[in-house]
């Protein structure tokens, strides 16, 4: 290959490259763009307000908030009362939901689901304009867990200081963000891309979408996502014997942990594998069976998980049939 070629064909393989990845799909922290002009007017009707992402909440109902003092005591703008007001906002929306969502503020940071700082820039692709929410999710079939959020907000705008009014506003609607909440086109809503400044609390629609939001219990569900067996047969002198192979995929596809469970597989009513588990949501676990032996011939087993009941779940349904290949 001449010299030039090969070059060529890098250049071509670099386009190719470059062509897929503009193709994908956007990331996770990829939100909407931020409103524009072209948006139209307000309404006054109360919509659901949609969520960031199809089935997007937290896995539990309390959460922990970190406040990062240290980092914000030093961002031009910052006043101290922000903190209080971001407690307020935290607190008024907690209640406007009967505090079916709690908050608790902790000072440490490692074990905090939501983080919160003031900045004195936010990032180039900020969901609003005066602050930002970036989402963590463990994403299964049915929901997309979130597992973290941070919230960046400006500690004074473009041209002046933050009201005390606009911070409020301001924080409950980044909360709303790490609840899972995207923007409404209502304006009475706190989820509306402009903090208005009137707002002192979520509107009947907010509550609405957040219970809404929050209406399963968070519980796991575990369940069988495939499995495959096969069997060979081995002629002995005077009896025969089966060799089992086997392959199973177990999810959680649920809202929480699972804790410890078994998962047993039975042929012909004997247990021949029985293991114990723990899954994350959204996690998955695969398991191998190799050369189990037996000398019976069957051509079904069945795999159950979590067959006593062990763990609460969203779904109970446990047992699934195999057959043998
Ligand atoms: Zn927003």
């Known amino acids: 290959m001449r010299f030039t070629t090969v070059i060529e064909v890098v250049i071509i393989i670099a386009l ?22 072209t948006q139209a007017p307000a309404q006054s009707i109360d919509t659901p307000v949609p969520l960031i992402e199809e089935n997007a909440r937290w896995g539990k109902t309390t959460l922990s908030i970190f406040i990062d003092l240290e980092i914000s005591q030093d961002v031009p703008g910052f006043r101290g009362e922000f903190i209080d007001i971001f407690r307020d906002a935290a607190d008024t929306l907690s209640n406007s939901i009967q505090n079916k969502i709690t908050f608790r503020f902790v000072s440490q940071p490692s074990a905090a689901d939501i983080h919160v700082r003031w900045v004195e820039q936010l990032r180039a692709d900020s969901l609003d304009a005066i602050g930002h929410t970036e989402l963590n999710f463990s994403v299964s079939p049915s929901f997309s867990v979130i597992s973290k959020a941070e919230v960046e907000l400006l500690a004074k705008k473009e041209g002046g200081a933050l009201s ?5 506003v ?3 609607h980044e909360i709303g963000h790490a609840l899972g909440l995207g923007h409404s086109e209502s304006k009475d809503s706190i989820m509306y891309p402009e903090a208005q400044e009137s707002l002192t609390k979520p509107s009947p629609m907010d509550v609405e979408s957040i219970l809404e939001a929050y209406g399963l ?12 067996f096969s069997k ?12 089992y192979d086997g392959k199973i995929s177990v999810i ?10 078994l998962i047993s597989i039975e042929a012909d009513g004997n247990i021949i594998d029985e293991e114990a588990k723990k899954l994350r949501p959204g996690e998955s676990i695969i398991l191998t069976l190799q050369n189990v032996t037996t000398d019976s011939d069957f051509s079904e087993i069945i795999i159950n ?5 062990d763990v609460r779940e969203l779904n109970e349904d446990n047992r699934y049939r195999a057959e043998v290949g």
Do not use: T
């Open 164 to 168: 005390r009014e606009q911070m409020f």
């Open 252 to 261: 959680n596809d649920g809202l929480s942990d699972s804790g410890l469970f």
């Open 170 to 172: 301001l924080s409950m």
């Open 305 to 309: 998980v979590d067959k006593e009941n």
């Open 232 to 243: 060979r047969i081995i002629n002995r002198v005077v009896f025969k014997q089966y060799l």
């Open 16 to 37: 190719i490259a470059m062509l897929y990845v503009f193709l994908q799909e956007p990331d996770e922290d990829v939100f909407y763009s931020s409103p524009g002009s």
């Open 217 to 228: 219990e968070s519980l796991p569900d575990l369940y069988v996502k495939e499995a495959q």
